[in-house]
């Protein structure tokens, strides 16, 4: 009896060992705080399962999600913080029963990388609805893998189930194919769930990294595309874009004439804002997609005296979007030339912290992607 229990230790201690050991570590930028600047971190992810990959990370867009996330501003987050959800790279390694990935594809990763996979939102490919919770690629308690906090992807590699991780064609451009897995579904997924179509009068508002994404969608489907933003900078763009109208809020005068107008608006504004001017926007029947998530503290709210006043027009908040659509959109974006225009940066502490700075104080055309090759 002694010598089994002492046999089953050593199997125990053995196992937690080896399991430790198949730990792939890997380094990246983290923040130390919500105030602190971006630096050096190694840390590890855990073991490449029977169904998973290894990825090599070549570039890692960043997102308005990750400056709140990273800044503590919808709650607060255990630190150190590696942030990036607009993940792509080289396929270096695949469990043994992975089918989709081999060695020297391309993968991306988007905001998901779990869930359980069983309930029927998981099974209508709707991850991000997970009855029992999606697990987000950083900040978040991976269930899966003993409830570890998830790091993102200002890293040099990335480990993940080949079932949440996207197939990129080989003909992609890799510097501006990032920020698809973020911006790209995230404003895809509320413009076909509303069918927009050829002819459509639609707006978008925020004309930033989600936005302009936004702007390409709808152009290529045919709708007509008014701009709401609050810098003349982007005017131009706007135009280029293939927009029929730039409104900057900022100035009263274009604000005039705009109720009734609308079948559609997105909005990804990540600041405190009045939503009911865009619902007075909308025709009847019109449908408005929110998809910006300002700071907790600056949520914007719409009374319900408002709405009834401004009826028959429909309000709904849009998550990402499941694993699925995203490889859809990532397909039908490559195959039709829609990418963002991004701004390409090195990988290093200071660069990535001002590059934080630069997105809030609206700086960026469109995206930032951070070269992960250039991490040292
Ligand atoms: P960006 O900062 O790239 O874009 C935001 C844009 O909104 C900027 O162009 C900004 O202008 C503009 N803006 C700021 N204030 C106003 C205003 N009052 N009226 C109109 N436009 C305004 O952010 P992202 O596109 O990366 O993200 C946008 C939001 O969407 C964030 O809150 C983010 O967290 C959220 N998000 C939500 C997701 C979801 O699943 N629902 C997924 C991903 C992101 P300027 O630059 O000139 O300041
Ligand atoms: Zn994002």
């Given at each position: 009896m002694?010598?089994l229990i002492?046999l089953?230790?050593f199997?125990?201690t053995?196992?937690v060992?080896?399991a430790?050991?198949n730990r792939i570590p890997?380094?990246g930028l983290?923040?130390?705080?919500?105030?602190?600047?971006f630096?050096p971190?190694?840390f590890s992810?855990h073991?490449?399962g029977?169904?998973?990959i290894?990825?090599?990370?070549?570039?890692?867009?960043?997102?308005h999600?990750?400056i709140?996330m990273g800044k503590?501003?919808w709650g607060?987050?255990t630190y150190?913080?590696?942030g990036?959800?607009?993940?792509a790279?080289?396929?270096?390694?695949?469990?043994?029963n992975?089918?989709?990935?081999k060695i020297?594809?391309?993968a991306g990763?988007?905001c998901?990388?779990n869930?359980?996979?069983?309930?029927e939102?998981?099974?209508h490919?709707?991850?991000?609805f997970?009855e029992?919770?999606?697990?987000g690629?950083?900040?978040?308690h991976?269930y899966l893998?003993?409830?570890?906090?998830?790091q993102?992807?200002y890293?040099?590699n990335?480990?993940?189930s080949?079932?949440y991780?996207?197939?990129i064609?080989?003909?992609?451009?890799?510097?501006?194919?990032?920020?698809?897995?973020?911006?790209?579904?995230?404003?895809y997924s509320p413009?076909?769930f509303?069918k927009?179509k050829?002819g459509?009068k639609v707006?978008?508002?925020?004309f930033?990294?989600?936005?302009?994404m936004a702007?390409?969608?709808?152009?290529?489907?045919?709708a007509e595309?008014?701009?709401?933003?609050v810098t003349?900078?982007k005017?131009?763009?706007?135009?280029?874009?293939g927009a029929?109208?730039?409104?900057?809020?900022?100035?009263?005068e274009?604000?005039k004439?705009?109720s009734n107008?609308?079948?559609f608006?997105?909005?990804?504004i990540p600041?405190?804002?009045?939503?009911i001017?865009?619902?007075r926007m909308?025709?009847?029947?019109?449908e408005?997609?929110i998809v910006?998530l300002p700071?907790?503290?600056?949520a914007?709210?719409?009374?319900?005296?408002?709405?009834?006043?401004?009826?028959?027009?429909?309000?709904?908040g849009s998550?990402?979007?499941?694993i699925?659509?995203?490889q859809?959109m990532l397909?039908y974006?490559?195959?039709?030339?829609l990418?963002p225009?991004?701004e390409?940066i090195n990988?290093d502490?200071?660069?990535?912290?001002n590059?934080y700075?630069?997105v809030v104080?609206?700086e960026?055309?469109f995206?930032?992607?951070?070269?992960?090759?250039?991490?040292k």
């Amino acid at each position: 009896m002694k010598q089994l229990i002492s046999l089953l230790i050593f199997l125990v201690t053995t196992s937690v060992v080896f399991a430790q050991d198949n730990r792939i570590p890997s380094k990246g930028l983290a923040l130390f705080s919500k105030a602190g600047q971006f630096e050096p971190y190694e840390f590890s992810r855990h073991s490449i399962g029977d169904d998973d990959i290894l990825i090599d990370v070549m570039y890692s867009g960043i997102c308005h999600s990750d400056i709140h996330m990273g800044k503590s501003e919808w709650g607060n987050i255990t630190y150190p913080f590696v942030g990036g959800h607009e993940i792509a790279g080289l396929v270096t390694q695949v469990g043994k029963n992975v089918t989709k990935f081999k060695i020297g594809d391309y993968a991306g990763i988007g905001c998901i990388i779990n869930s359980c996979g069983e309930c029927e939102n998981c099974k209508h490919g709707l991850e991000q609805f997970c009855e029992k919770g999606m697990v987000g690629t950083y900040a978040s308690h991976d269930y899966l893998h003993g409830n570890e906090i998830t790091q993102g992807g200002y890293a040099n590699n990335y480990v993940i189930s080949e079932n949440y991780a996207i197939k990129i064609p080989k003909n992609a451009d890799m510097k501006r194919v990032t920020p698809l897995l973020c911006a790209g579904i995230t404003t895809y997924s509320p413009i076909h769930f509303s069918k927009v179509k050829k002819g459509d009068k639609v707006a978008v508002a925020g004309f930033g990294g989600l936005g302009h994404m936004a702007v390409q969608y709808l152009v290529k489907l045919g709708a007509e595309v008014t701009i709401f933003d609050v810098t003349e900078e982007k005017r131009a763009d706007a135009k280029r874009m293939g927009a029929i109208k730039y409104v900057n809020v900022r100035n009263p005068e274009e604000l005039k004439g705009l109720s009734n107008q609308f079948d559609f608006i997105i909005s990804t504004i990540p600041v405190k804002y009045e939503p009911i001017m865009y619902v007075r926007m909308l025709k009847i029947g019109g449908e408005m997609a929110i998809v910006g998530l300002p700071a907790n503290e600056n949520a914007p709210n719409i009374q319900t005296g408002s709405l009834v006043f401004s009826a028959h027009r429909k309000v709904y908040g849009s998550l990402i979007g499941g694993i699925r659509e995203t490889q859809e959109m990532l397909d039908y974006s490559v195959t039709n030339n829609l990418y963002p225009e991004v701004e390409v940066i090195n990988a290093d502490g200071e660069t990535v912290t001002n590059a934080y700075k630069k997105v809030v104080d609206g700086e960026v055309k469109f995206r930032y992607v951070i070269d992960m090759k250039t991490f040292k």
